[in-house]
C-alpha cells in the first residue's frame, strides 16, 4: 500500500461526519460472507433546515458499497424505512430477477425484509444503486464502487461525489404538479404498462412528425426549481472539504444521482482528464468542463500543484445558476466561502463531448442481427411521454442489436438500458466507435444510435433516467429471450 492510498483510507473515516453517512467507501468486503445492507431514514440539514431522507447504510455507516471487481457481489438487502420499496444496482448486470425493478420480475421488499443479492461484481467500475420509484427523489440512492487490480495499485486519491437535487416538497406533489393535478398516485410505479404502448401523441406514427410543428418551439431545460443541489448530501454553502497531498494526483468519481437536474463539472483551473464513463474505461480526454446527464458517471484524474492551495469542484445546473461542489484542500491552504449560486448559467447539455469520446474497449465490429427506430415525445402542457416503436424491442443471447433513437420532444431524455452496456455508434446519422455505457443523453431533436450484444434472459428496462419522465410514460423493455 503506498502512501497515497495510507492517507485516503485515513480522511475516509472522517468524511461525512456531519451528515451521519460516510461517503469515504470504507470497504467491508469479506470473501464468501454477505454484506449487510440497510435502507433506512436518516437526518440531514439543508439549508438551514432538518430533512428527513433515505439512504443505505452498512452496519458501521458507511454509505453505499465498495467491491472487488471479478468477486462477487454477495449482499442482504433489509428494508427499514416502513414502507415497501426496492434497490436497482445501476451500472452492474445481475441476473434479471435480481435487477430491482418493482415486479420486473421480484416483488417489492416489505418491511423489515431481508432479501438475499448474490452475483458476479464484474469488471470494475463507478456505479450506483437507487430505489426505482418516486422515493428516488428522497436520496434513496448510494455510490456503489467496484475497484480493480489496478486501482489498488495507483498512487492516487479517490474522491466519490454523489449528485443530487432535493425538494422539501414530496415526490408525489412535485409529479401532481407537472401533471396539472392528477397523480399517478403512491411511492410506487406500475413498471409493467410504461411504453406498452399504451400513451402515444395523439397522430403520432413511425415516421417523424413534421419538422414545421417543431418550428418556433422553445426547449424546456428544467421543470422543477429544487431547495436545493447537493453533493454528498450538502450544499456549497456548507461543501464537504477533503484534505489532498500537495502534487498529488485525484481521481474524482462523479455520480449524478439527481432526479430531474443535468449538470456540468467545472474542475476549474486544475483542468481534467476524464478516463471512464459510466464506469467504463475510455481514451483520455482532456477538458476543464464535463457534462453529466442523470444516472451517468464521469471519471476523472486530476494533477494538483505542488505548492498546494484550495480548488473548489464544482457541479453546474443546466440553464441554471445554482451549483454545488465539494473543495480539494492542502494542509493549511485557506478555504474560501463559496455562494451556491454563480453569476452565469450553466450550459446547456449537448453532444458535443460525446462525440469525442472513444471507448478503450469497443465492441467488436460486425452486422446487427436486429434493427430498432425508436421516437421519443412528449410535452409539458399534459405532462406526457413516450417512446413510439419501442413496443417490441426483442433480442437473444450474443445477438448484436441497434437501436436508433430519435428526439422528437423538446426536453432532454438521458436514456439508461438495464443489464447490459452499450456502445454509442452514431450521433445525427454520422457513424463513429463512440463510448461504451450504459446512460447516453438525448437532447431535443437529436438522434443517437446504440449498439450491444443481447445478455441474459428476461425483460430489461430501457427509460428515461428523468425520474418524472418515467413516471409519465417514457420506459419500455428489451426482451431478451433464450
Not at 343 to 366: F, Q
Not at 448 to 473: K, Q, R
Request: with cysteine; aromatic share 6%; charged share 20%.
Amino acid at each position: 500500500m503506498n502512501r497515497r492510498q495510507i492517507m485516503g483510507q485515513m480522511l475516509a473515516g472522517a468524511a461525512f461526519v456531519a451528515s451521519g453517512a460516510n461517503f469515504g467507501m470504507r470497504s467491508a468486503w469479506a470473501q464468501g460472507a454477505a454484506t449487510r445492507l440497510s435502507i433506512v431514514k436518516r437526518t440531514i440539514e439543508i439549508n438551514g433546515k432538518a430533512a428527513s431522507v433515505f439512504g443505505l447504510l452498512q452496519a458501521d455507516g458507511t454509505h453505499g458499497l465498495r467491491l472487488d471487481a471479478h468477486s462477487e457481489f454477495n449482499v442482504d438487502l433489509t428494508n427499514e424505512i416502513g414502507e415497501p420499496t426496492l434497490v436497482h444496482w445501476h451500472g452492474l448486470t445481475p441476473p434479471w430477477e435480481m435487477d430491482g425493478v418493482p415486479d420486473n420480475p421480484s416483488p417489492m421488499l416489505g418491511n423489515m425484509e431481508t432479501r438475499g443479492y448474490v452475483f458476479p461484481a464484474g469488471t470494475g467500475g463507478t456505479h450506483w444503486m437507487h430505489a426505482h420509484t418516486l422515493q428516488e427523489q428522497n436520496l434513496l440512492a448510494a455510490p456503489l464502487i467496484v475497484r480493480t487490480a489496478d486501482d489498488e495499485k495507483a498512487d492516487e486519491q479517490e474522491v466519490v461525489v454523489l449528485l443530487h437535487d432535493f425538494s422539501f416538497t414530496p415526490a408525489e406533489e412535485l409529479l401532481a404538479k407537472l401533471k396539472g393535478g392528477s397523480s399517478s398516485g403512491g411511492m410506487a410505479m406500475d413498471h409493467s404498462v410504461m411504453g406498452e404502448g399504451g400513451m402515444k401523441m395523439q397522430g403520432m406514427t413511425n415516421e417523424a412528425p413534421n419538422m414545421d410543428m417543431m418550428a418556433g418551439m422553445a426547449m424546456d431545460l428544467n421543470d422543477i426549481e429544487y431547495d436545493a443541489y447537493l453533493a454528498n448530501d450538502r450544499t456549497l454553502a456548507d461543501p464537504e472539504v477533503i484534505q489532498v497531498e500537495n502534487g498529488g494526483i485525484v481521481r474524482l468519481r462523479i455520480i449524478n444521482g439527481a432526479t430531474a437536474t443535468a449538470f456540468t463539472v467545472d474542475t476549474g483551473v486544475l483542468g481534467g482528464r476524464l478516463i471512464a464513463v459510466d464506469g467504463q474505461d475510455i481514451q483520455p480526454l482532456d477538458a476543464r468542463l464535463f457534462p453529466i446527464a442523470m444516472g451517468q458517471r464521469l471519471d476523472i484524474r486530476l494533477r494538483l500543484p505542488p505548492e498546494g492551495g484550495s480548488w473548489p469542484i464544482l457541479a453546474l445546473r443546466e440553464g441554471g445558476c445554482q451549483r454545488t461542489g465539494i473543495i480539494l484542500k492542502t494542509a493549511g491552504a485557506d478555504v474560501s466561502k463559496l455562494a451556491d449560486t454563480g453569476e452565469t448559467t450553466g450550459p446547456v447539455l449537448n453532444l458535443n463531448m460525446e462525440s469525442l469520446l472513444v471507448a478503450d474497449k469497443p465492441l467488436a465490429i460486425r452486422n446487427p442481427d436486429r434493427e430498432y427506430m425508436i421516437m421519443l415525445f412528449g410535452n409539458m402542457s399534459d405532462y406526457t411521454w413516450g417512446m413510439q416503436g419501442a413496443e417490441n424491442l426483442i433480442s437473444k443471447p450474443g445477438e448484436r442489436i441497434e437501436i436508433t433513437m430519435h428526439n422528437m420532444s423538446m426536453m432532454s431524455h438521458p436514456m439508461h438500458l438495464h443489464g447490459h452496456h452499450f456502445q454509442v455508434v452514431a450521433i445525427n446519422g454520422r457513424r463513429f466507435s463512440g463510448a461504451v455505457r450504459d446512460t447516453v443523453l438525448m437532447p431535443p431533436m437529436s438522434m443517437v444510435t446504440i449498439a450491444f450484444d443481447g445478455g441474459g434472459e428476461g425483460n430489461w428496462p430501457l427509460h428515461c433516467h428523468h425520474l418524472y419522465h418515467m413516471a409519465s410514460g417514457m420506459m419500455s423493455f428489451v426482451k431478451n429471450k433464450a
